[in-house]
Every structure is written in structure tokens, then in C-alpha cells.
T-cell receptor, first 114, second 113 residues
Framework: DAGVIQSPRHEVTEMGQEVTLRCKPI?????LFWYRQTMMRGLELLIYFNNNVPIDDSGMPEDRFSAKMPNASFSTLKIQPSEPRDSAVYFC????????????FGSGTQLSVL | KQEVTQIPAALSVPEGENLVLNCSFTDSAIYNLQWFRQDPGKGLTSLLLIQSSQREQTSGRLNASLDKSSGRSTLYIAASQPGDSATYLCAVGVGDSWGKLQFGAGTQVVVTP
């Protein structure tokens, strides 16, 4: 089974600081997705990669957000500078990339920007 | 733009009763529809995936139906148990990639012993 490890589980930072969220897929995937969950907007897709290549970043809210996937086993989502409205739970999800495959989600990173 | 709505927002039932959760979507051009479960402080777990050409999927006590023409899906959970308490989210695959999911806001379910 595919699995996803996200770190850190919780992050508290001050406005203006740089934040880096990490995602480590365990195995067996071709596609990786970054989602954000807030009470107001629910779950939103930020960006996704196929075979480590960014395919669609139209959900990235601003230039302050950037994501990378240097290899199949690692991805980062960076916010610089962070703002209080970025406070949310950020999820990484993976799939095998074939049509109609289920998505497997990590446990998420709870980000609080003060 | 695709919109996904889940009604009710919250539901409380006694143990043993069957659960019926509803999901509606505005655009029938979907790749698939997935039902997820989310426990507090946890990630999402995919329960069932229905391809756009299918009418239903079953797994154990769970059954999900899909009616694309009317833009509806229903998740049935038979003989509910306290362990079924969670938030259930519906999501449709949209756009140019099946993996882009548009989520509903979820239905929070409480099963009382």
C-alpha cells in the first residue's frame, strides 16, 4: 500500500517568517498533490505533480507559495513570507497516477501563523 | 465551475441505524467520484471510488451510488456503529486530470451507543 509521511505535524510561526512543509511518499506512486483545508473554504487543491513534474499550479494562492519535487521520494511546499491567513491544515496526497486510482492522504501539517 | 454540496452538514443517529449521506454536483462531466472519511486531526481515507461509467460501488457495509445525469451520489452505511463517527467527504474528479478533486464540505456523523 502507498503511504505518505508529512512533517512537521504542527508548525507555529510568526507572520513574515518562511515556512517549509515536507512530504515523503513511501512508495508506489506517480502523482503527488498538495491540498489545503480551512473551515471557510474546505479542501482546495494547490498544486499537483506527475512523475515529479508540476502539471497544474493554478490553485496556488499567491507568489508567496512555491512547491518542488526534486525526486520521487520528496516534495516541499514553501510559504515566504507567511501571513495569518495562511493558517490551515496542509495535506499531501499521492496516487499511482493511473485513471481512477484512489488518493492516499498524509496526516497533514497544522500551520498556525501568528 | 463545479460545485459540490453535501447535505446534511451534520447527522446524529443511534447505533444500528442505517446512514444515508447525500452529495450533489453541478457539472456531470466528471472522471469519477470518491467518498472519503476524515477523523479529527487525521488525514482523509478513501472509502469508495465510483468511475464515471459505473452506477455503484460496494465495500462491506458501505455502498455508494452515482447518478451522473442528476448530479447526485449517495453513501449508505448499513448497521452503523460508534466507530463510524467521523466526517464524510464527497469529491468529484474534474478538469483535465482525474486526480484534481473538487470536495464537498462534508457531513459530520455521530453514532451514539
Amino acid at each position: 500500500d502507498a503511504g505518505v509521511i508529512q512533517s512537521p505535524r504542527h508548525e507555529v510561526t510568526e507572520m513574515g517568517q518562511e515556512v517549509t512543509l515536507r512530504c515523503k511518499p513511501i512508495s508506489g506512486h506517480n502523482s503527488l498533490f498538495w491540498y489545503r483545508q480551512t473551515m471557510m473554504r474546505g479542501l482546495e487543491l494547490l498544486i499537483y505533480f506527475n512523475n515529479n513534474v508540476p502539471i497544474d499550479d493554478s490553485g496556488m494562492p499567491e507568489d508567496r507559495f512555491s512547491a518542488k519535487m526534486p525526486n520521487a521520494s520528496f516534495s516541499t511546499l514553501k510559504i515566504q513570507p507567511s501571513e495569518p491567513r495562511d493558517s490551515a491544515v496542509y495535506f499531501c496526497a499521492i496516487s499511482r497516477g493511473r485513471t481512477n486510482e484512489k488518493l492516499f492522504f498524509g496526516s497533514g501539517t497544522q500551520l498556525s501563523v501568528l | 465551475k463545479q460545485e459540490v454540496t453535501q447535505i446534511p452538514a451534520a447527522l446524529s443517529v443511534p447505533e444500528g441505524e442505517n446512514l444515508v449521506l447525500n452529495c450533489s454536483f453541478t457539472d456531470s462531466a466528471i472522471y469519477n467520484l470518491q467518498w472519503f472519511r476524515q477523523d479529527p486531526g487525521k488525514g482523509l481515507t478513501s472509502l469508495l471510488l465510483i468511475q464515471s461509467s459505473q452506477r455503484e460501488q460496494t465495500s462491506g457495509r458501505l455502498n455508494a451510488s452515482l447518478d451522473k445525469s442528476s448530479g447526485r451520489s449517495t453513501l449508505y452505511i448499513a448497521a452503523s456503529q460508534p466507530g463510524d463517527s467521523a466526517t464524510y467527504l464527497c469529491a468529484v474528479g474534474v478538469g483535465d486530470s482525474w486526480g484534481k478533486l473538487q470536495f464537498g464540505a462534508g457531513t459530520q456523523v455521530v453514532v451514539t451507543p
